[in-house]
């Protein structure tokens, strides 16, 4: 069943029952009502035969009555034995008040004693009453009726013209495919929760529409990457694989073929290492740890690549403690500093610093790892941080060094960036919240 015809019969039963109930609490007044007022004729009848009986002790009970109510009057001894009737009076009847069944006919009876004692039993047909009770109901369940038959068609109305927004959103929405991701939801004119929604599945197209362009870009860049050390190393085992060839031919060969093998494992491990530090790949393991321990342990780890460039790293870092993804945030800074160790020159210093500052009701940690290099020169610094991007048009690397440092980045809600130093060289910087812990004096 379609959301359109549950509203339809939600709001025809709604309006049913709301005049079934109007018409059983109508019915019920006018029962009480009816039955009040025959009971004040009964007594008004009892007490005029009552005062004839005291005035000349005759009644005239044969005379027919003239409030068109059909009433009957009964006189009885004490001991219920009948003295006189009015002709309409039922047979059977007894001095008893209330509701009698006599006959098959239901009657509304009244007893009173006249001063010498006679009972004086008065009644009447309860049959005009429950006709007309009889008809309320038929005109009140036949009103219900009609009432939600027509809510029904109002309700289907109604509903058909709330929801065509949502069938158009509908409709947009199943013509976006993968070959359409620039398309976009077109809002309703009003600014309502259909508007809102719209508004909120266009932002999430959006997003999708950037990751989907951002893995295709990477899985091109992948491939391309991939390809050259594949060829290159393909050409070189079929060169070695050729007889003709001498023996220092085919050492040449393998130590080529070697080369590119080692950049094809750079290469894989640098893709594995962006993949898994993703915000969404592995969950997010908070510790507290000493930020200055860290720093220095991101020096001691880089010592031999820094040895081999003949770079100095220097540390700057005030013991503190922090709370965040200690994994994530080391493989940041590691391949900042790294970076900066591969660029920034032989012969020149790394510097890393680390800063813990109050922001709001807690923390942010802010670390920068500075060299001496050429900088920036031709590359926009805001784009290195893409998967293989390089600041040089031959630099060394994968390329993948900065992106993984960005997903890290990312996943512990930080930011990054980049700039070039005053005097040369380049700053990159990391910043994530790390929780509200007091420093270590």
């Given at each position: 069943m379609?959301?359109?015809q549950r509203?339809?019969l939600a ?8 005049v ?8 019920w007044q006018?029962?009480?009502?009816l039955r009040a007022g ?5 007594a ?11 005035n ?8 027919a009555?003239?409030?068109g109510?059909?009433l ?5 001894t ?5 003295v006189?009737?009015?002709a ?5 009847l ?7 069944a ?6 509304l009876?009244r ?5 010498d004692?006679t ?8 049959a ?9 109901e038929g005109?009140t369940?036949?009103a219900?009726?009609?009432a ?9 109305w109604?509903s058909g013209?709330?929801l065509?927004p949502?069938?158009r959103l509908?409709?947009d929405?199943?013509r ?10 077109t809002p309703?004119?009003q ?7 719209a ?10 529409a ?6 295709r870009?990477?899985?091109a ?5 991939l390809?050259?050390?594949?060829a ?6 079929d060169l070695a ?9 085919l050492l040449?060969a393998?130590?080529t073929?070697?080369?590119q093998?080692?950049?094809?494992t ?9 993949a ?5 790949a592995t969950?997010?393991a ?8 860290l ?22 870092a ?8 200690r994994v994530?945030?080391?493989l940041?800074?590691?391949?900042l ?5 591969v660029h920034g ?16 009701a807690?923390r942010r940690?802010t ?8 900088g ?12 293989f991007?390089?600041g040089?048009?031959?630099a060394?690397?994968?390329?993948l060094?900065?992106a993984t440092v960005a997903?890290?980045?990312s996943?512990?809600?930080?930011d990054v960036?980049?700039?070039n130093?005053?005097?040369g ?7 994530i919240?790390?929780?509200?812990h007091?420093?270590r004096g």
């Amino acid at each position: 069943m379609t959301i359109r015809q549950r509203l339809a019969l939600a709001y025809a039963g709604g309006v049913a029952v709301t005049v079934a109930v109007v018409g059983a609490v109508v019915w019920w007044q006018m029962a009480g009502a009816l039955r009040a007022g025959l009971a004040a004729e009964l007594a008004a009848k009892a007490d005029a035969v009552a005062t004839s009986l005291e005035n000349n002790g005759q009644v005239g009970l044969q005379e027919a009555d003239a409030s068109g109510r059909s009433l009957f009057v009964a006189l009885m001894t004490p001991s219920g034995v009948l003295v006189d009737a009015t002709a309409n009076a039922p047979a059977g009847l007894t001095a008893t008040a209330g509701d009698m069944a006599l006959g098959g006919r239901r009657y509304l009876v009244r007893v009173s004693a006249a001063a010498d004692g006679t009972s004086i039993v008065v009644g009447a047909d309860l049959a005009p009453i429950d006709g007309t009770l009889r008809s309320l109901e038929g005109y009140t369940l036949t009103a219900a009726a009609a009432a939600g038959a027509l809510s029904l068609l109002a309700g289907w109305w109604l509903s058909g013209r709330a929801l065509a927004p949502l069938r158009r959103l509908a409709d947009d929405a199943a013509r976006i495919g993968p070959g359409a991701l620039s398309d976009r939801l077109t809002p309703p004119t009003q600014a309502d929760e259909v508007g809102r929604l719209a508004d909120t599945l266009n932002e999430m197209l959006d997003r999708i529409a950037e990751s989907v362009s951002r893995q295709r870009r990477f899985v091109a860049m992948a491939s391309h990457e991939l390809r050259t050390p594949l060829a290159a190393l393909r050409a070189e085992l079929d060169l070695a694989d050729d007889p003709v060839n001498s023996r220092r031919d085919l050492l040449d060969a393998v130590h080529t073929a070697q080369g590119q093998a080692v950049r094809l494992t750079e290469l894989s491990s640098s893709l594995l290492s962006l993949a898994s530090v993703a915000s969404d790949a592995t969950a997010i393991a908070r510790s507290e740890f000493d930020v200055a321990d860290l720093a220095q342990g991101v020096a001691r780890s880089a010592a031999p690549l820094a040895r081999q460039h003949d770079v100095e790293i220097r540390v700057g870092a005030e013991p503190s403690l922090v709370t965040t993804d200690r994994v994530r945030l080391e493989l940041a800074i590691g391949n900042l500093v790294r970076n900066a160790i591969v660029h920034g020159g032989s012969g020149g210093t790394v510097d890393l610093t680390c800063r813990v500052e109050a922001e709001g009701a807690g923390r942010r940690l802010t670390v920068e790892v500075a060299d001496r290099g050429p900088g920036f020169a031709h590359a926009d610094p805001a784009l290195l941080f893409e998967p293989f991007a390089r600041g040089a048009t031959r630099a060394p690397g994968s390329g993948l060094g900065l992106a993984t440092v960005a997903e890290a980045v990312s996943a512990l809600r930080g930011d990054v960036g980049a700039r070039n130093r005053p005097g040369g060289g380049a700053v990159a910087w990391v910043s994530i919240p790390v929780g509200t812990h007091l420093e270590r004096g």
